[in-house]
């Protein structure tokens, strides 16, 4: 099949997906529980996508400064820094593992 058609198709899915959230029960969104569930389920799809574009780089994967980043980001957040300061933890220790050659 042609790349096109696999796009269009997704975004066909991608939209009758979100027209289905419509037809979901009033009640059943006010549960606590689901509301619960559907943060739990937000995390986790962060934290996967987060991982995945740490340590993969096209099909394979990869061991860079990416994955220093990451830690740093995680050790700043370890003690409780506000977010912008993990982000400049992180992106100063990706700068710096490339500066001194780790790609």
């Known amino acids: 099949m042609n ?11 991608a939209y009758a997906w979100k027209l289905v ?3 979901v029960p009033a009640n059943l969104l006010k549960d606590p529980r689901m ?9 986790g799809l962060l934290a ?6 740490t340590v993969a780089s096209g099909q394979t994967l990869a061991a860079d400064a990416r994955l220093g980043a990451l830690a740093a980001a995680a050790v700043a957040l370890a003690f409780r820094a506000p977010f ?13 593992l490339r500066f001194i050659g780790w790609n």
């Open 3 to 13: 790349l096109w058609i696999w796009l269009l198709l997704a975004c066909v899915l």
């Open 21 to 23: 959230g419509y037809f």
């Open 35 to 43: 509301s619960r569930i559907a943060g739990t389920m937000t995390i």
């Open 48 to 53: 996967s996508l987060t991982i995945v574009n």
């Open 84 to 96: 912008l300061v993990v982000v400049v933890v992180g992106a100063g220790a990706a700068a710096l």
